[in-house]
């Protein structure tokens, strides 16, 4: 396996153990907001959001290390890294350094620097596809 593979399989494991211990942070987060009396309509906005983010990282994770075995899986890969890109400047900008955002920015570095190093293909046409592929060629 290559370095830019192993990048990117390194970031997915860094985001996906990061969405898993946001899903277990949910069980202490919301009784204390409960607590404290939060509006049940914010509170409501909360678990979908909350939830909204592990999920989205945990599936975002393996589809990162599938689509890096793709050929010209590059654009695609550094397109997609916008999402967590994004997540983490947000999260520095409304919450401020915590564990969380180094999950999340240590994750996204490794995928945009793997996705980066991955080596520029350009899709095939679906002619040239039937033409390589053996069972199409005509005799």
């Keep these: 396996m290559t370095l830019p593979r192993w990048l990117i399989l390194l970031a997915s494991i860094i985001l996906f153990c990061g969405a898993v211990l946001h899903l277990i942070g949910y069980k202490f987060v919301i009784p204390a907001l409960l607590n404290a009396g939060v509006d049940p309509k914010l509170l409501g906005a ?3 959001v909350w939830l ?3 999920v989205q990282v945990w599936f975002l994770s393996p ?3 599938w689509i890096s075995r793709r050929p010209a899986a590059r ?3 550094l397109y997609l890294a916008l999402i967590p890109l994004i997540d983490a ?3 520095y900008y409304y919450v401020g350094p915590f564990i969380g ?3 999340v920015s240590a994750g996204t570095i490794l995928l945009l620097i793997g996705a980066w190093l991955l080596p520029r293909g350009e899709a095939s046409t679906s002619t040239e596809q039937r033409a390589a592929h053996p069972a199409t060629r005509r005799p």
């Design 101 to 103: 955002a180094y999950i």
């Design 75 to 77: 654009s695609l890969l």
């Design 89 to 91: 400047a947000l999260m």
């Design 63 to 65: 589809a990162f290390v």
């Design 52 to 54: 909204a983010f592990s």
């Design 46 to 48: 909360v678990k979908a």
